[in-house]
DNA sequence: TACGATAACTTGTACGTACAATCGAAGAGG
DNA sequence: CCTCTTCGATTGTACGTACAAGTTATCGTA
């Protein structure tokens, strides 16, 4: 019935392994003897002899001398399994992306996974070696936090790539928009507008702004920033908003905060900041200029890292998930590898944690 | 010549792998014939068959029918470049380790590398787990602060392993003292000395040192702290000397340092710490018992990491290489993978930087 | 010269025999 | 009851034959 083409000991090979796949064959159960199968199917002991040799070093079988030959599912086919995750971040020394990177670091291990990093800081270019180097070998995953999420994103390529050879990914903190892909992400809009709304609140009415304009993070806070001034009726200065790229982090948002600091009475009463790193700059500036935190100026920070109550006014803040978050991200993405899920977006509420960088105004 | 016992097939396979590690078969050149082998080796043509079988499931021949046999050196010996490095901390996101992974981040991504990360927590088990995740797939290299060093280290298995393998390993901060392994290590003893002896030169008597006793860096820092009053003939008592283990840090020694505080006149006019987070969490203690650094009690940290100049009062320290470290030990490791370079033991000086927390004493 | 047939050589498939080495169970002996 | 021996079953090693299938070079013919 076979096609003549076939050898034989070809055809005994499939024979057998459909009985694998069947389950026919058990692992662990013993396979008929050389000679049984030799006569039963109508060849020499030889023959079979070759198959049984191929299927031992592919590690289907095992054949023990004395005893007979048995089935056994071959470990390749779990070992094979690649089981490593991939984490490309912005940064990994600084602020709160360690502590990401460890919720996510002790998941993957207590699963038994992998863990690759590698960095960007926040540079397109060395994003783009990162995903080269990770796609480079077998990957069961991915988890990015995306580099300049507010431009475009020249790597698309690699992400297609990925998505051809069914490698699921995930984001945090933002999405690229050109892509289809789940994300795990505060609500940093939601944030933006509660720190707002808290110091309006307080009492205060002059709030400038300091926001990233590179990541979708600090536009995102930007806006709820601006609603929350357009919900209380009183209009947000275009002249107290600044907005900075990363290349600027270090010096410009602190000389314009001096800058509006050395305006007397006209200077703001208080500052929302991107996030803590920038909040404890300014409140340097602050002290530089001989004012006070919180007695002249209130500030704000997001993301509640280390930074917020190491500084000496302790400072008040919003919440980011960080190592839950991590964690969450590589459990979802365990999750996508091994049961097939479907990714779904993931929105944490940031929030408000009081300390003491914010003073009450009273009016009048 | 031959013993008997070995089976013939084995000794022709051990035959034909000695000409082609000595260069007597040169990969892509061909083979004699089965035939030709057979009448040579005074065997018949099957058992040079079988030979040849096991040695082309290997990767070590390639077997064309009609044109011949031929060598190859097996694709796993250039082809499989592996190109991934591990690192195994005790801590990723705490403390002055992200800088560290961050400087090997860095190094190993434009040499091309991949990252693999994991951390133990300062914990065995988990140590393991690690060792057994990093070498259950194929590694270049690996890169390992030691957890616990001052205890044994009943890993041992894995480390040999990776010798057998021949993967190259080396140790950061410290060295487990059972294996003759190369490390990147900071000068502990003289950091400790250096502590101690600026605090007594600034007049300073009663010095209280805090020491974690399970790594071997507190050891030594401890070591430096005694030699140092030796120096000066001034006998540290043994009361104001407290070691700790990692499972005591978050408590112990704060208590430790209230009680000292609460002598009054008696109490200690200086703090040596383990390292920095300890110092910022014992000046703490300071402000809590009503006291000031540096008028009441002078403290003394170590590492220079981001707390000492993030706290309220600016920390006097000692510096540790941090980034370099991670970016030397990396491009170490790289060299002996790449050019074979035998391991040798890199001491960095730790040097003392002056802010706020120190204050002179006037004697009398 | 260009092309195809052929011969010589290679490895691949398939069968066969014989005996060795090993394992496990059955049986003999204490 | 325990131990040793024996024996049958199984896989391992080694040799042999025969023919199929693919490659290459040579030779003969158009």
Not at 194 to 213: P, S
Not at 262 to 271: D, L, S, V
Request: charged share 25%; glycine share 8%.
């Amino acid at each position: 019935m076979n096609n003549r083409r076939i050898p034989k000991y070809i055809q005994l090979k499939n024979e057998l392994l459909s009985w694998l796949e069947s389950g026919k064959l058990q692992r662990g159960q013993q396979v008929p003897s050389e000679n049984e199968i030799a006569e039963q199917f109508g060849m020499s002991r030889q023959t079979v002899r070759q198959t049984f040799g191929e299927l031992e070093k592919e590690g289907w079988l095992e054949r023990i001398q004395g005893k007979g030959t048995f089935a056994r599912s071959p470990e390749r086919r779990e070992g094979e399994q690649v089981k490593t995750i991939g984490i490309i971040t912005t940064y990994i020394s600084d602020y709160i992306f360690p502590h990401i990177v460890r919720g996510a670091e002790a998941e993957l291990r207590s699963q038994g996974y992998r863990l690759l990093l590698s960095s960007t800081d926040n540079n397109k270019e060395k994003e783009m070696e990162s995903l080269q180097l990770m796609t480079s070998q077998p990957l069961s995953g991915l988890i990015i936090e995306p580099t300049k999420s507010a431009e475009g994103n020249p790597n698309l390529a690699y992400f297609l790539e990925l998505q051809e050879k069914g490698i699921p990914y995930l984001m945090i903190n933002e999405k690229y928009r050109e892509l289809e892909c789940a994300c795990l992400k505060v609500d940093d809009e939601a944030g933006g507008y509660k720190a707002a709304q808290y110091l309006l609140e307080q009492g205060h009415t002059q709030i400038a702004g300091f926001f990233k304009r590179d990541d979708l993070q600090g536009v995102n806070r930007l806006k709820g920033f601006l609603a929350a001034h357009k919900a209380a009726g009183i209009s947000a200065s275009p002249k107290r908003v600044v907005t900075y790229t990363t290349e600027q982090k270090s010096d410009f948002p602190y000389q314009q905060a001096l800058q509006m600091l050395a305006e007397g009475e006209k200077r703001p009463t208080a500052f929302v900041c991107y996030n803590d790193e920038l909040a404890v700059m300014l409140m340097e500036a602050v002290a530089a200029s001989g004012l006070q935190v919180p007695e002249d100026v209130s500030v704000i920070g997001f993301d509640d890292s280390s930074l917020a109550s190491a500084s000496g006014t302790k400072l008040t803040t919003l919440t980011h998930p960080k190592t839950v978050m991590g964690q969450t991200a590589a459990s979802r993405l365990i999750a996508m590898i091994e049961q097939g899920e479907q990714a779904e977006d993931m929105v944490y509420e940031p929030e408000l944690i009081e300390r003491d960088s914010v003073a009450k105004i009273n009016k009048g």
